[in-house]
């Protein structure tokens, strides 16, 4: 009888035991299904990651933004007329006033074209103020310029003109080194008082 009853205990024991284990390892596959959703949650940091890299394509799209087609006026080889040259610029951090009138000091693109404003000249201010665009050149714009009526006028009329294509703006007023002068180049034109688009010295 002792044997039996001592046979029936280790059975209970091993049985116990067994239970025991059974217990403890539920609860750890349950931390493996954990573990499996905790290794879902890198994937879904990846689709995040994804979404911001999209947003931060959207975002790449705003340099397009600050493009512009704009028309540029320069010389023809025999300062008579007025030649268009298209091009689309960008603005970066400056006005599109100022960025019509740098890519001005930096010449024409394309041959047959002349450049109207003297190498050296620097923008100093261009404010527009009811439709009046007020251009302050540095003093190269002045001693540095090749002379001739015909010079000033393809000069004076390419920066005129090709801030008129630009919406708000009627007329340009020079200044050199923020002061108007009576003739700012040449003496033939009257640069007191501002100027207004002419057109017909594009060449048609």
Request: glycine share 10%; net charge negative.
């Amino acid at each position: 009888m002792l044997k039996k009853a001592n046979g029936f205990r280790l059975k209970f024991i091993l049985a116990l035991v067994a239970v025991l284990m059974l217990i403890v390892l539920v609860p750890s596959g349950c931390g493996d299904n954990d573990n499996t959703d905790g290794n879902q949650n890198p994937n879904t940091a990846q689709g995040d990651k994804g979404k911001t890299s999209n947003q931060t394509g959207d975002g790449s799209d705003q340099p397009a933004q600050n493009q512009q087609k704009v028309t540029f006026y320069f010389s023809d080889e025999q300062a008579m007329y007025l030649l268009p040259e298209e091009r689309t610029i960008t603005k970066g951090d400056k006005s599109l006033e100022a960025a019509v009138i740098q890519d001005l000091i930096n010449g024409p693109e394309k041959d047959g074209l002349v450049r109207t404003i003297p190498e050296g000249t620097k923008l100093i201010s261009i404010t527009v103020v009811n439709g009046v665009a007020n251009v302050n050149f540095s003093k190269e714009f002045q001693s540095k310029h090749w002379g001739g009526s015909a010079g000033e006028t393809m000069t004076l009329y390419s920066v005129v003109n090709s801030l008129g294509e630009l919406t708000g703006i009627e007329k340009v007023q020079f200044l050199l080194e923020g002061e108007k002068k009576e003739s700012i180049l040449n003496g033939n034109m009257d640069t007191t008082v501002p100027i207004e688009p002419d057109y017909n010295l594009v060449k048609k």
